[in-house]
């Protein structure tokens, strides 16, 4: 009896610091996802960066971990951060953000920033003095941004934005909360040849357990809900055993969604499961139907 009692003891504890190990990984030891999207009457790939969610985390000095990781896989033709990049509107967390920023400046031709419902005018005003574009501020001009011009036509806007007129090979509509199934509907046909959302606030759904997958997520934003519940409200419990997407792309037929798993964290300072990334977006050319 004392001999099973020490077993059991002992491989509780193995799994204990298992768990903790893996946890440890996944919040503090970023990786790059990659995904591939074929489109229509592109000239070339077209390769964009999507990072969103930093809350203010600092992976190593000056960000070392995520230069390290950025350093192998640009250039990129645009970066997109879909908010949340600070926890505070303050100097500190602005700084962490700016890092940030600074090495998507580095590796893309240009860098776009749609604000989470953490961020405020402190760090859009600093991302604006680097030159990000603040796709949600209505005083900045141009509020559609066009790369990539000789691989075909590709554009950049903030999700609520008409962007294209559909003779657009390629549209990126940027936003923080990531769109309910229904309303991503919406947006097939008329933008542009290919229409993709590209969303963050989820984190993936930060911890997950064997079998059960995610515990909790963010509601998405619905235009169609006409409840007084923000977009964003936390009511979505065991959305991967309810067949929802917390993480990573999804759609057809030309209109897709790419929810980031973030890098940082919130709430619970740690990941289990969904690990702290970026995602490079490569964009290929694909025959006409």
């Known amino acids: 009896m004392m001999c099973s009692r020490r077993v059991i003891a002992s491989v509780f504890a193995l799994v204990v610091v298992a768990c903790a190990l893996i946890a440890w990984r996944d919040t503090r030891m970023p990786v790059l996802h990659e995904v591939v999207v074929p489109v229509e009457g592109l000239g070339r790939e077209v390769r964009v960066l999507h990072a969103s969610d930093l809350h203010s985390s600092r992976f190593g000095e000056g960000q070392h971990r995520l230069a390290a990781l950025l350093a192998g896989a640009g250039p990129f033709d645009a970066a997109v951060l879909t908010g949340d990049l600070v926890v505070r509107d303050a100097p500190d967390d602005v700084a962490r953000a700016l890092e940030l920023a600074s090495l998507a400046l580095e590796h893309a031709e240009e860098v776009f920033f749609y604000p989470g419902n953490h961020d405020g005018p402190a760090l859009a005003s600093a991302l604006a003095g680097i030159g990000i574009r603040d796709l949600a501020d209505h005083d900045a001009g141009s509020r559609v941004g066009e790369v990539a011009t000789d691989a075909g036509t590709v554009l950049v806007a903030p999700v609520w934005e008409a962007a294209g007129d559909g003779s657009a090979d390629l549209v990126l509509l940027a936003t923080h909360h990531p769109l309910a199934p229904g309303a991503l509907d919406s947006f097939a046909g008329g933008r542009g040849r290919t229409t993709v959302v590209l969303a963050g606030h989820t984190h993936g759904g930060q911890v997950h357990l064997p079998l059960v997958g995610a515990l909790v997520a963010p509601r998405p934003a619905d235009p169609t809900d006409t409840s007084e519940r923000r977009p ?58």
């Open 232 to 289: 964003g409200a936390t009511d979505w419990f065991f959305p991967d055993l309810r067949g929802l997407h917390v993480t990573g792309l999804y759609g057809s037929e030309g209109t897709y969604q790419h929810v980031s798993a973030g890098l940082g964290t919130h709430a619970v300072p740690v990941r289990f499961g969904p690990r702290s990334s970026m995602t490079v977006l490569r964009f290929v050319p694909a025959p006409a139907r």
